[in-house]
T-cell receptor, first 113, second 115 residues
Framework: DTAVSQTPKYLVTQMGNDKSIKCEQNLGHDTMYWYKQDSKKFLKIMFS???????INETVPNRFSPKSPDKAHLNLHINSLELGDSAVYFC????????????FGSGTRLTVV | AQKITQTQPGMFVQEKEAVTLDCTYDTSDPSYGLFWYKQPSSGEMIFLIY??????QNATEGRYSLNFQKARKSANLVISASQLGDSAMYFC????????????FGKGTKLSVIP
């Protein structure tokens, strides 16, 4: 059983397209996140949801919109994709209030051409 | 705000030797947690070890131990008896702030184990 699963694993798309990445966790965690890992391997938080409510919204272009239909799912929708959006996107989840059990998905490699 | 500094972009170690990966942190919160993650070439983030700011003893998990020096704000990862499979990127991360569970990562250290 995959604890935090992301789909798709790879995504190649043209500039200007709109795409979504899905994330689901079966750990019963209350908080979910999106992180972006750039070409230099630097990982940075983008968004965080706690029980379907947005709690962290870092400085990210508003072309990126997270959506959490329930606490087990956090999807990332990206409009008008740009070359600079190429990166690996990681979903993660954590239980509250302890940081134990912070778990990452396997990542989605997005390539914009 | 919190910050993690990893000053070693790359490290080499001979197989079966021990290696220390450096990590220093900065936070104004008295309560925080420090994590180390391994990212092999396959890309997934693998949790290695966790140290809480109030933990009295250094954390250990198998061949991994965390050398936690609170006064110096350092949380170095020690890998004993290195194996070829330890070749990977290693990230130090900090979590701090009540109600905020985001992790702030360092830039990582690429470890290469030489046979």
């Amino acid at each position: 059983d995959t604890a935090v699963s992301q789909t798709p694993k790879y995504l190649v798309t043209q500039m200007g397209n709109d795409k979504s990445i899905k994330c689901e966790q079966n750990l019963g965690h209350d908080t979910m996140y999106w992180y972006k890992q750039d070409s230099k391997k630097f990982l940075k938080i983008m968004f965080s949801y706690n029980n379907k409510e947005l709690i962290i919204n870092e400085t990210v272009p508003n072309r990126f919109s997270p959506k959490s239909p329930d606490k087990a799912h956090l999807n990332l929708h990206i409009n008008s994709l740009e070359l600079g959006d190429s990166a690996v996107y990681f979903c993660a989840s954590s239980p509250d209030p302890t940081p134990y059990g912070y778990t990452f998905g396997s990542g989605t490699r997005l390539t914009v051409v | 705000a919190q910050k993690i500094t990893q000053t070693q972009p790359g490290m080499f170690v001979q197989e079966k030797e021990a290696v220390t990966l450096d990590c220093t942190y900065d936070t104004s919160d008295p309560s925080y947690g420090l994590f180390w993650y391994k990212q092999p070439s396959s890309g997934e983030m693998i949790f290695l070890i966790y140290q809480g700011s109030y933990d009295q003893q250094n954390a250990t998990e198998g061949r991994y131990s965390l050398n936690f020096q609170k006064a110096r704000k350092s949380a170095n990862l020690v890998i004993s008896a290195s194996q070829l499979g330890d070749s990977a990127m290693y990230f130090c991360a900090i979590y701090s702030g009540a109600g905020s569970y985001q992790l702030t990562f360092g830039k990582g250290t690429k470890l290469s184990v030489i046979p």
